[in-house]
């Protein structure tokens, strides 16, 4: 026989339907070899800092004890786990019962994104057609996909039980919260693999396995809130097996049965349900839209309300929720307030505890907002690499209405998130003290610091008029100078003009001190001339084509 | 007479070290349909973003109507519609939304034509953007392009991605567009839409336009083709005046001969006996070879390379 005919013959060994899952599993380590690494890196960083941090602001064990009551009582243990341990709080312990929960939120979210990136979202662009008509089985993809989990998630738990071991803390409990790390992400990863064949888009995908995530995570928040140690509802929840398994407390694995359990079904559903559907079909169908636009959606500024929409919804409820989380913790606040360490006293405004601690909270909610309005002024880098921008323009839109529009949209969603969350973080923080005040004088806080926000919009109007390369970075970089500043100002001793960079920093620090309205005109007048000198900029500068 | 719709006269553009327009020279009057023609590279987007108000050209004059595209784009566009080769929608909007908003930032949308428009080219105005292909996206912004009353429309190879009968629907649209009055400048690089289509062409090439006029003037500038199965040996019709490219295959003879020199070879050719004989005027194709000759040897070494390595 020729060597000729024998490379047109199929061999046996090319034939099941796993076929080619070594050469994908390697071309995915090798399309994420920047993406994973990072992951797992940022997780080890957040160990590495927590050892670090802990023993920062309470430099003795008995330090610490003061500032239990933070994770034990109930609001506590919602965004943290069931407080396990902490009647005899250590480093380790704390770490466990304060922050292993954020470990195992990230290995899930690594694992969601990873799935969907090789599964749907290769589909739904018709890439996997591509590596389909190759030698590829029909079960590659998928398990090259789960494969490629493994290693991600098995790195992350060497990772985190490492360097818990490193902290110094008990063997037993730092290879625990690596397993659990591990599983956690796993088991995600076959959720995911199970939403990937439901959804025609991997956008949907993720976002259900996101779903599945938030349920876990409420269900668990709400189960631990009820007693210390978990409830039964607890025990629905993955998250909540993860922290049942109490680290450097109860140091038991059989919780983490569960989590195989779940990821054995999830895995084995998603192969059954693949070799169920033909390759780019979903197993919910997908819902037509509107075939005719409505009627506000044909001016320039309909279209940017609607393309801002989403976004500013999505940060807008995140940021609330955040607010609401915070001003609940006030009175847990302002109860430890006598045993906490000086250093977190010193955060919150020192003597006036309460008020010290919401004027933080309009700070903190105010940097996150102009998080919001950095990210959202870029849709108008995107629009424009993206070609969007110039089928809009070549209409009888004018580049001021259009990047006005944008601009006008992104400042309404600011000015609304900043006067939601103030009102409900003042209803919330009256909730727990019972003080009625606390709702006006939080919301005042809160609407004290829109003009510094909007300083932001005009910042990033100035930047894409004239410079849009630096749109992001420089953006970006005032946006971390007002959360340096913000959590840090006091603390740190930080240089006045760093201080002063930020437009936090300028409005009077209500309520500890009275409103002053000049510094608001101040900052009210400089949004304004940022903004018109950007709109000038953009009608000077030429419409950047694609790539 | 009336004055031109587009007028260029010594267009420059350059991009840092590359000069992407050279000196174009472009005229596209009042109610006809102007092919612009080129490869990939030439140019022919960039003159469209010029004529847009996108792009601000480094030298030369450019007028729309008129006026100036930089400084009167927004008055400008009211009179036109653009649909680009690529179309991006945004994903989350769906083609009927999209369509009706291009229309409506145009200033008026004909419901009527829309409609009829949606069901000629076969589209589902229900379905998200990121959904659609790219001949669907394209169809999109032709629809929307289409639907909208105005007098100039500038296409920058409008039906990339379109299959072959849409391409027909596409070809009546545009001439229901003419008989319409609308004027439009289609750039293009698939030579037989052009050619059915444009009243004039320009052809352009390294940022200069290298010939324009109709395509029977063009047509008289370059030579037919000639394929006939001959009786004897025609070998020597190869030293007529005007005749190139002589060569025998299989049996047949293939020449090309200048467009004023037919007759005599016809002549000749019936001398040496014809079996059969097919002629055909020079496809855009050629027209457009003769103008980028010059990169003709560097592909036949690419083929002779292929070859060997075979």
């Given at each position: ?23 994908l599993v390697r071309f995915m380590l090798r399309r994420d070899r920047f993406r994973l690494p990072a992951w797992v890196a940022g997780m080890g960083l957040f ?56 470990l195992?939120l990230v290995a899930a979210l690594m694992s969601i994104m990873l799935v969907a990136r090789h599964t749907r979202a290769e589909?739904q662009s018709?890439r ?13 993809g998928?398990?090259a996909t789960l494969v490629v989990s493994l290693v991600a998630n098995v790195a992350a738990a060497v990772v985190v ?20 790390t591990g599983?956690v992400g796993m088991?995600f990863a076959?959720?995911t693999a199970?939403?990937a ?5 991997s956008r949907?995908a993720a976002?259900?396995a996101g ?261 992001a ?75 | ?310």
């Amino acid at each position: 026989m020729t060597t000729a005919v024998a490379r047109h013959t199929p061999t046996r060994a090319g034939s099941g339907s796993l076929t080619g899952t070594g050469t994908l599993v390697r071309f995915m380590l090798r399309r994420d070899r920047f993406r994973l690494p990072a992951w797992v890196a940022g997780m080890g960083l957040f160990v590495v800092y927590v050892g670090v941090a802990l023993p920062e602001v309470a430099p003795t064990e008995e330090a610490l004890a003061t500032t239990v009551p933070i994770f034990n009582q109930p609001v506590g243990r919602m965004f943290t786990g069931p407080g396990l341990g902490l009647d005899a709080p250590t480093y380790e312990r704390f770490f466990a019962a304060g922050y292993v929960l954020y470990l195992f939120l990230v290995a899930a979210l690594m694992s969601i994104m990873l799935v969907a990136r090789h599964t749907r979202a290769e589909e739904q662009s018709g890439r996997a057609e591509l590596v389909r008509a190759n030698v590829v089985g029909r079960h590659a993809g998928l398990t090259a996909t789960l494969v490629v989990s493994l290693v991600a998630n098995v790195a992350a738990a060497v990772v985190v039980a490492g360097l818990a071991l490193a902290n110094g803390f008990a063997t037993t409990g730092s290879l625990l919260v690596g397993a659990a790390t591990g599983l956690v992400g796993m088991t995600f990863a076959g959720v995911t693999a199970v939403t990937a064949q439901l959804s025609e888009y991997s956008r949907s995908a993720a976002g259900l396995a996101g779903a599945v995530l938030g349920v876990a995570f409420v269900l668990r928040a709400l189960g631990d809130m009820v007693r210390v140690g978990g409830s039964a509802l607890s025990w629905v929840s993955p998250l909540g097996w993860a922290g049942q398994t109490g680290p450097y407390v109860l140091d038991r694995w059989w919780p983490l049965l569960l989590l195989v359990g779940l990821l054995a079904l999830t895995v084995a559903l998603a192969f059954w349900l693949q070799s169920r559907r033909d390759l780019g079909a979903g197993l919910l169908a997908a819902r037509p839209g509107r075939a005719e636009a409505r009627p506000w959606l044909g001016t320039p500024l309909g279209l940017a309300a609607r393309l801002q929409r989403s976004s500013g919804l999505a940060w807008g409820v995140a940021i609330v929720a955040l607010g609401i989380v915070d001003g609940l913790f006030t009175q847990a606040l302002v109860d430890s307030a006598a045993d906490l360490p000086d250093l977190l006293r010193e955060m919150f405004g020192g003597e006036t505890m309460r008020d010290g601690y919401l004027t933080f909270l309009a700070v903190l909610v105010g940097y996150v907002t102009s998080a919001y309005v950095v990210f959202a002024v870029q849709t108008l880098r995107t629009e424009e690499a993206r070609g969007r921008a110039e089928a809009v323009l070549a209409t009888p839109t004018s580049r001021t209405a259009w990047a006005g529009s944008h601009l006008a949209v992104v400042a309404a969603w600011a000015v609304l998130i900043m006067v939601a969350a103030g009102l409900l973080t003042g209803l919330a923080a009256a909730a727990v003290t019972g003080d009625g005040a606390l709702v006006g004088a939080t919301l005042l806080a809160h609407l004290n610091l829109i003009p510094a926000v909007l300083v932001v919009v005009g910042l990033c109007a100035l930047l894409f008029g004239w410079a849009p390369v630096l749109l992001a970075p420089v953006a970006w970089a005032l946006v971390g100078v007002m959360v340096l500043v913000g959590n840090f100002g006091t603390l740190l001793d930080l240089p006045r003009w760093l201080v002063d960079l930020s437009p936090l920093s300028h409005p009077a620090q209500v309520p500890v001190e009275d409103l002053d309205v000049a510094p608001l005109v101040v900052l009210l007048v400089l949004a304004a001339v940022g903004v018109a000198l950007g709109i000038l900029g953009l009608g000077r500068r030429q419409v950047l084509g694609r790539s | 007479m009336t004055a031109p719709v587009i007028h260029a006269a010594d267009l420059v553009k350059r991009f840092g070290s590359t000069t992407a327009l050279d000196g174009l020279d472009l005229t596209v009057e009042p109610g006809e349909v102007h092919g612009f023609l080129g490869p990939n590279g030439a140019g022919k987007s960039t003159t469209m973003r010029i004529l847009l108000g996108m792009l601000r050209a480094d030298g030369g004059t450019v007028e729309l109507f008129g006026a100036d595209p930089w400084a009167d784009a927004v008055t400008l566009h009211r009179r036109l519609a653009y649909v680009p080769g690529d179309v991006e929608l945004w994903p989350n909007l769906t083609g009927g939304e999209a369509i009706d908003l291009f229309a409506r930032l145009r200033g008026s949308l004909d419901r009527r034509r829309r409609d009829e428009l949606v069901e000629r080219f076969g589209l589902d105005p229900t379905k998200k953007a990121r959904t659609y292909s790219k001949g669907n996206r394209q169809k999109v912004a032709l629809i929307s392009a289409l639907a909208s009353p105005v007098d100039l429309l500038l296409l920058d190879e409008p039906t990339a991605g379109l299959d072959p009968l849409m391409e027909v629907v596409f070809q009546d649209c545009i001439r229901e567009a003419r008989a319409a009055g609308t004027t439009v400048l289609l750039s293009s690089h698939i030579l037989a839409q052009v050619e059915v289509l444009a009243d004039r062409i320009s052809i352009i090439r390294e940022g200069r336009v290298v010939e324009t006029g109709s395509l029977r003037d063009l047509r008289h500038m370059s030579r037919t083709t000639i394929v006939a199965d001959t009786v004897g040996d025609p070998a020597h019709l190869a030293q007529l005046p005007g005749v190139h490219d002589l060569r025998t295959e299989e049996g047949h003879v293939h020449l090309e001969v200048d467009g004023d020199r037919v007759q005599p070879v016809l002549r000749e050719l019936a001398d040496v006996g014809v079996r059969s004989l097919v002629a055909h005027p020079p496809t855009l194709e050629q027209l457009l070879m003769r103008h980028y000759g010059d990169d003709l040897p560097a592909r036949d070494r690419a083929e002779q390379d292929e070859l060997e390595v075979r």
